[in-house]
């Protein structure tokens, strides 16, 4: 009997930028060996249009990605839950903070500043993850 797939679930207040991009990044990075899902304690109705435009660029389509309001039965088989540096109300533990700054109303060019920065933690993430599982 194979053991389920650890899960990541990055969380934000409202599931529009940072986490939407730290789980499309975490996914291209690591397939299919990790279950990744991203969602906010506020959710709000879509994704930061600038944030869906800078992964474009970048070669990952998040168009379809809604915003999702954190699961407690997802957020308690979470292995691992990473905020994004926002204030959040509600999750259950964090295991780590990025620290990252919010796109919202940031020009085209710090939305992607603040892309590359999810990328290269992700990045890492996924190497980390992937060396221990």
């Known amino acids: 009997m194979t053991s389920a797939k650890p899960l990541v679930l990055f969380v934000c207040r409202h599931n529009t930028g940072r ?16 279950e990744i899902a991203s969602a906010g304690t506020e959710a709000a109705d879509v994704p930061n249009a600038g944030v869906v435009a800078a992964m474009a660029e970048d070669g990952i389509d998040i168009l379809a990605a809604r ?19 926002c204030d959040v109300q509600g999750v259950p533990r964090i295991d780590d903070d990025w ?3 919010d796109p919202k109303g940031q020009p085209p060019e710090r939305v992607r500043e603040i892309r590359d920065l999810v990328k290269t933690k992700a990045r890492a993430l996924a190497e980390r993850l992937l060396t221990t599982n």
């Open 19 to 34: 986490s939407q991009m730290a789980e499309a990044y975490l996914r291209h990075f690591a397939g299919d060996v990790l």
């Open 99 to 101: 620290g990252l700054p």
């Open 67 to 85: 915003p999702k309001l954190i699961d407690p039965s997802l957020a308690a088989r979470a292995h691992l839950i990473i905020t994004m540096g």
